[in-house]
């Protein structure tokens, strides 16, 4: 019980405190070597499995909605956790993108984890994560048109990108970058 309060207190108070901190490199944070964007950016690395990622996330969306005009903000799903078989983390990767093309990012993200982790439930193919979405009133032949989209088949291909860029640099999820 010690150690949930203690989370849920870290989730709130820690990104307020942060940001008064004076941050160290090689402490706080690391430099990548990698080029820098044109326009600034922030890429949140995350999976669905991790529930981490899971108790961040509504701390990760306050700080999206504060961030100045021009930042982007993007998630990047990864599919290297082990949690699942690669196809069904790509799967995952894809219905996240396809949520993305509807404008139901927000709404199907916090579906998805409230049905792992609050749920206990498990996906094991993607017709779980089609009742998901329907569950959510998307009806199944939208979703379907939605996962096949040439849309959906660029982000994930983006999204895939990214992660391989990256993957060398994290230790674990959600990280930003």
């Avoid at 207190?9 to 820690?14: N, R």
Wanted: charged share 25%.
């Amino acid at each position: 019980m010690k150690k949930l309060l203690l989370g849920v207190i870290a989730v709130f108070v820690i990104p307020f405190s942060a940001m008064a901190a004076d941050w160290k490199e090689g402490t706080h944070y690391k430099v990548l070597n990698h080029p820098l964007s044109d326009k600034p950016e922030i890429k949140e690395l995350f999976s669905f499995w991790c529930p981490h990622c899971y108790t961040f996330d509504p701390v990760a969306q306050a700080v999206k909605k504060k961030l100045p005009e021009g930042v982007s903000f993007e998630r990047v799903h990864v599919n290297f956790m082990r949690f699942a078989t690669p196809e069904l983390q790509a799967d995952l990767t894809k219905a996240h993108l396809a949520a993305k093309s509807l404008k139901l990012e927000e709404k199907m993200v916090k579906a998805i984890f409230e049905y792992l982790h609050r749920q206990r439930a498990s996906i094991t193919d993607i017709d779980d994560v089609r009742r998901i979405f329907q569950v959510q009133g998307v009806e199944p032949e939208k979703f379907d048109k939605a996962m096949k989209s040439f849309a959906v088949r660029a982000m994930f291909n983006k999204n895939q990108q990214a992660v391989e860029a990256y993957k060398m640099d994290i230790t674990g999820t959600p990280a930003f970058i």
